[in-house]
């Protein structure tokens, strides 16, 4: 359920830039946002998603699989 998994997602981790980031990249997941343009110039997650962060990427993938499991 997507909001449970938002809840515990924002509920797990204290800091509010890296809850962002995991939620973007959850959301990314189940929606597919980054290939209708939802990072586009953020400068953060669109390396992440589109450019030389594939380690972030996977840091952050690995992370919310493990706080959903």
């Given at each position: 359920?997507?909001?449970?998994?938002?809840?515990?997602?924002?509920s797990?981790?204290?800091?509010?830039?890296?809850?962002?980031?995991?939620?973007?990249?959850?959301?990314?997941?189940v929606?597919?946002?980054?290939?209708?343009?939802?990072f586009?110039?953020?400068?953060?997650?669109?390396?992440?998603?589109?450019?030389?962060?594939?380690?972030?990427?996977?840091?952050?993938?690995?992370?919310v699989?493990?706080?959903?499991?």
């Amino acid at each position: 359920m997507l909001r449970q998994d938002v809840y515990s997602i924002v509920s797990l981790v204290d800091d509010p830039n890296e809850a962002a980031k995991l939620l973007c990249c959850y959301l990314n997941d189940v929606l597919g946002l980054s290939g209708n343009g939802w990072f586009d110039d953020d400068p953060v997650l669109e390396p992440v998603f589109f450019g030389d962060g594939v380690q972030e990427r996977d840091r952050l993938e690995t992370a919310v699989k493990q706080m959903l499991s």
